[in-house]
Every structure is written in structure tokens, then in C-alpha cells.
């Protein structure tokens, strides 16, 4: 929650740490699932929508992922 660029501390931190750039992609495209905003995205586009949203949301990070993995070689 809140805005992206808080969060440039702590990811670099984990950085320094041994974190790989493609698990950061990961977390920084997950970040847009916002769990306290589910039950009104359901009262307004229903559960189906919802949950296929979210789930295309994930596989959409973890594709993201996967190409930083692939091109940035770590």
C-alpha cells in the first residue's frame, strides 16, 4: 500500500542482500492486488471478474519476472 517509490528503500536494501531484479518485478507487479479493495471490485464487477483479474494480475508479474530473469542473466 501506499505509494511505489516507499517501498525503493527497502528494495534496494534487499538488493544489496543478494535479492534478484526479477523477484523485485515480481513484488512490484503484485503490488497492484489491493486485498482491502477486493470486496468492493466484487459489489461493483462481481467475484468472477475479480478473481480472473487477479489471477491474470499474478501470472502477469510472474511473466515479468521471468523476462528480467532471462534478459538481465542473474
Known sequence: MGPIYAW???LKELKEKGFENSLAAV???TRAIKPFLLPVMISYFGWIYTLTLSIYMILGALAVGFCIAV???E
Open 27 to 29: 513484488f512490484l507487479g
Open 8 to 10: 525503493y528503500a527497502l
Open 71 to 73: 534478459t538481465a542473466k
